[in-house]
Protein backbone atom coordinates (compact mmCIF):
# COMPACT_ATOMS: atom_id res chain seq x y z
CA UNK A 1 0.00 0.00 0.00
CA UNK A 2 1.17 3.66 -0.81
CA UNK A 3 1.98 6.18 1.13
CA UNK A 4 -1.25 8.22 0.18
CA UNK A 5 -3.82 5.21 0.42
CA UNK A 6 -2.38 4.91 3.91
CA UNK A 7 -3.16 8.92 4.71
CA UNK A 8 -6.52 8.12 2.99
CA UNK A 9 -6.88 5.36 5.14
CA UNK A 10 -5.92 6.70 9.13
CA UNK A 11 -6.34 9.97 8.73
CA UNK A 12 -9.95 9.84 10.39
CA UNK A 13 -9.66 7.70 13.75
CA UNK A 14 -9.71 10.54 16.23
CA UNK A 15 -12.68 11.95 14.09
CA UNK A 16 -14.76 8.61 14.45
CA UNK A 17 -14.23 8.69 18.60
CA UNK A 18 -15.32 12.24 18.84
CA UNK A 19 -18.51 11.84 16.76
CA UNK A 20 -19.56 8.90 18.41
CA UNK A 21 -19.58 10.34 22.02
CA UNK A 22 -21.29 13.61 20.14
CA UNK A 23 -24.18 12.09 19.87
CA UNK A 24 -24.91 11.62 23.60
CA UNK A 25 -22.97 14.18 25.41
CA UNK A 26 -25.12 18.13 25.33
CA UNK A 27 -21.46 19.67 26.59
CA UNK A 28 -21.15 22.68 24.61
CA UNK A 29 -17.45 23.16 24.44
CA UNK A 30 -17.23 19.61 23.78
CA UNK A 31 -19.38 19.75 20.30
CA UNK A 32 -17.99 22.67 19.41
CA UNK A 33 -14.75 21.16 19.32
CA UNK A 34 -15.90 18.30 18.02
CA UNK A 35 -17.56 20.67 14.94
CA UNK A 36 -14.36 22.41 14.78
CA UNK A 37 -12.31 18.65 14.16
CA UNK A 38 -14.35 17.77 11.60
CA UNK A 39 -14.65 20.99 9.80
CA UNK A 40 -10.55 20.35 9.61
CA UNK A 41 -10.61 16.73 8.88
CA UNK A 42 -13.28 17.91 5.50
CA UNK A 43 -10.76 20.36 4.36
CA UNK A 44 -7.71 18.10 4.91
CA UNK A 45 -9.46 15.22 2.62
CA UNK A 46 -10.20 18.07 0.16
CA UNK A 47 -6.67 18.70 -0.16
CA UNK A 48 -5.48 14.97 -0.48
CA UNK A 49 -8.23 14.61 -2.96
CA UNK A 50 -6.89 17.85 -4.86
CA UNK A 51 -3.39 15.73 -4.56
CA UNK A 52 -4.63 12.39 -5.35
CA UNK A 53 -6.59 14.11 -8.82
CA UNK A 54 -3.40 15.64 -9.64
CA UNK A 55 -1.79 12.63 -9.57
CA UNK A 56 -4.42 10.78 -11.25
CA UNK A 57 -4.12 13.54 -14.23
CA UNK A 58 0.04 13.61 -14.60
CA UNK A 59 1.11 9.89 -14.28
CA UNK A 60 -0.29 6.88 -15.33
CA UNK A 61 -1.23 5.69 -11.96
CA UNK A 62 -4.87 4.37 -11.33
CA UNK A 63 -6.21 6.77 -8.53
CA UNK A 64 -9.53 5.86 -9.06
CA UNK A 65 -10.73 3.73 -5.91
CA UNK A 66 -8.88 6.50 -3.92
CA UNK A 67 -10.53 8.99 -5.09
CA UNK A 68 -13.85 7.18 -4.61
CA UNK A 69 -12.75 6.35 -0.80
CA UNK A 70 -12.03 10.23 -0.68
CA UNK A 71 -15.64 11.53 -1.83
CA UNK A 72 -17.35 8.87 -0.03
CA UNK A 73 -15.36 10.13 2.87
CA UNK A 74 -16.02 13.54 2.64
CA UNK A 75 -19.99 12.88 2.11
CA UNK A 76 -19.76 11.19 5.46
CA UNK A 77 -18.05 13.43 7.33
CA UNK A 78 -20.36 15.90 5.97
CA UNK A 79 -23.13 13.62 7.34
CA UNK A 80 -21.31 13.66 10.85
CA UNK A 81 -20.90 17.38 10.90
CA UNK A 82 -24.46 17.92 10.52
CA UNK A 83 -25.62 15.43 13.13
CA UNK A 84 -23.39 17.58 15.68
CA UNK A 85 -24.36 21.03 14.70
CA UNK A 86 -27.79 19.62 15.00
CA UNK A 87 -27.50 18.56 18.57
CA UNK A 88 -25.99 22.09 19.27
CA UNK A 89 -28.46 23.70 18.07
CA UNK A 90 -31.12 21.46 19.69
CA UNK A 91 -28.70 21.58 23.05
CA UNK A 92 -28.79 25.39 22.99
CA UNK A 93 -32.89 25.50 22.04
CA UNK A 94 -33.10 24.11 26.08
CA UNK A 95 -35.01 26.32 28.41
CA UNK A 96 -32.91 26.88 31.80
CA UNK A 97 -34.68 27.27 34.85
CA UNK A 98 -34.03 30.58 36.52
CA UNK A 99 -35.36 29.41 40.25
CA UNK A 100 -34.02 25.79 40.34
CA UNK A 101 -31.71 25.91 37.33
CA UNK A 102 -33.11 22.21 35.58
CA UNK A 103 -33.18 22.39 32.09
CA UNK A 104 -36.86 22.46 30.21
CA UNK A 105 -37.23 21.55 26.84
CA UNK A 106 -38.17 23.73 24.05
CA UNK A 107 -41.51 25.71 24.23
CA UNK A 108 -41.72 24.77 27.72
CA UNK A 109 -43.58 27.74 29.61
CA UNK A 110 -43.14 26.39 33.50
CA UNK A 111 -40.42 24.34 34.80
CA UNK A 112 -41.08 20.99 34.93
CA UNK A 113 -39.85 20.31 38.35
CA UNK A 114 -40.71 23.07 40.24
CA UNK A 115 -43.47 25.07 38.32
CA UNK A 116 -41.59 28.36 37.82
CA UNK A 117 -42.67 30.39 34.88
CA UNK A 118 -39.46 30.04 32.37
CA UNK A 119 -38.43 32.96 30.27
CA UNK A 120 -39.02 32.74 26.55
CA UNK A 121 -36.13 31.01 24.71
CA UNK A 122 -34.91 33.76 22.38
CA UNK A 123 -34.11 35.64 25.83
CA UNK A 124 -32.48 32.31 27.26
CA UNK A 125 -29.02 32.03 25.41
CA UNK A 126 -27.29 29.28 26.78
CA UNK A 127 -23.92 29.99 28.39
CA UNK A 128 -21.11 27.00 27.70
CA UNK A 129 -21.23 26.82 31.73
CA UNK A 130 -24.75 26.11 31.74
CA UNK A 131 -24.11 23.19 28.91
CA UNK A 132 -21.56 21.59 30.96
CA UNK A 133 -23.98 21.97 33.73
CA UNK A 134 -26.53 20.00 31.92
CA UNK A 135 -24.52 17.63 31.01
CA UNK A 136 -23.39 16.69 34.53
CA UNK A 137 -27.27 16.65 35.46
CA UNK A 138 -28.16 14.49 32.80
CA UNK A 139 -25.25 11.86 31.71
CA UNK A 140 -22.96 9.47 33.58
CA UNK A 141 -19.52 10.69 33.78
CA UNK A 142 -18.37 7.82 31.44
CA UNK A 143 -20.43 9.50 28.85
CA UNK A 144 -18.99 13.17 29.35
CA UNK A 145 -15.43 12.15 29.66
CA UNK A 146 -14.47 12.20 25.80
ZN1 LIG B 1 -37.47 25.25 38.13
Do not use: H, W
Not at 101 to 126: Q, R, Y
Not at 137 to 144: H, K, Q, R, S
Request: one cysteine or more.
Amino acid sequence: MGILEDVVLNARSAVDSVSKKAGKVLDMSKLAIAAADIKTEISRKYEILGRVVYEENTTDKDYRKSIRELIDKITELKAQLEEVNATIENAKQKIKCPACDAFNAKGSVFCNKCGEKLPTAEKNDISPDDMIDFAEDNFEDDDIGL
